[in-house]
């Protein structure tokens, strides 16, 4: 709903990779990974990873549904990812807010996965779960 985002000022960055709406507002965290195509990436041990820190921190149901994440069936992170002649692209977009009611707006057509956020772990925390992978 472009008319909706003009009308409020929300920038709209479309993707390369097509497929659903991704909303991410202030507090939200996202990640991107960027390597060469001749590397190895494997988005669902990520995801697997990212999910296994979830459950670090609550007792909820955690899930990878395809590209995504889910707790308690409600989806709290979605990803994407692009393939060019020259390198793998990945990113996940954590949701750290409720934004319900701007995805109602936004959104023409809804997914199949109810939104929701992560609201016991905050954004600080998750970065430095993750930056430990770069240590290990």
């Known amino acids: ?41 494997n988005r669902g041990y990520f995801l697997e990873r990212l999910g296994n820190v979830l459950k670090k921190y609550s007792h909820k149901a955690v899930n990878v549904s395809g590209n995504d994440i889910l707790v308690d069936n409600i989806k ?17 977009s954590i949701s750290l ?10 959104c023409q057509k809804h997914s199949s996965k109810q939104p929701g956020y992560i609201d016991f772990i905050d954004a600080n925390t998750l970065r430095r779960e993750i930056e430990k992978w770069q240590k290990q």
């Open 1 to 41: 709903n472009t008319e909706y985002c003009d009308e409020c000022g929300i920038p709209v960055y479309p993707y390369l990779t097509g497929g659903g709406t991704i909303v991410s507002t202030a507090g939200d965290l996202n990640v991107g990974i960027c390597v060469p195509r001749n590397l190895q990436f």
């Open 97 to 106: 807010s409720n934004k319900a009611d701007i995805i109602d707006c936004i």
């Open 76 to 92: 709290v992170i979605g990803s994407t990812s692009y393939l060019s002649s020259e390198v793998f692209m990945f990113v996940a």
